[in-house]
């Protein structure tokens, strides 16, 4: 087996199209509803609906990496990671360090896909863990 790939982890593959299903829905909710979500989120429209459609692509490339029948680590490394970085960037912007603050229920969205991402970067890390330890 090349170095760069891992046996077929099932923990690790439904973390990935969980995530990727995750994104796709949520992708899709705000590049449809920006409009209405910008003023009771307290964020800008273009944002929301620049996140979601950053995030269709990234679906699609986590649902790819999950269908792999063995996964390259490296990618799987770089999702959680990316994910890592997705979630400080989110507590950021709840804090208000990227202009002003969310509105408390902006806040409460920010805060609720953040800890889904937080989830989906432990899951990852746990399955790719585990997949490793059986290569």
């Known amino acids: 087996m090349p170095p760069n790939t891992l046996p077929n982890p099932s923990l690790l593959h439904m973390a990935l199209l969980a995530d990727a299903a995750g994104c796709a829905v949520s992708g899709l909710a705000l590049v449809a509803t920006a409009g209405a979500l910008a003023a009771p989120f307290g964020l800008p429209e273009a944002l929301l609906r620049g996140v979601g459609l950053g995030l269709l692509p990234w679906a699609a490339g986590i649902a790819w990496l999950g269908l792999q029948p063995m ?19 989110s507590l950021l912007l709840a804090a208000g360090a990227f202009g002003p603050a969310p509105t408390p229920l902006g806040n409460a969205a920010i805060l609720a896909q953040a800890a889904l991402g937080g989830g989906f970067a432990a899951l990852q890390w746990l399955g790719l863990r585990r997949a490793e330890s059986f290569a």
């Open 71 to 89: 996964p390259s680590r490296r990618f799987v490394l770089a999702v959680v990671v990316l994910n890592a970085i997705w979630v400080l960037d």
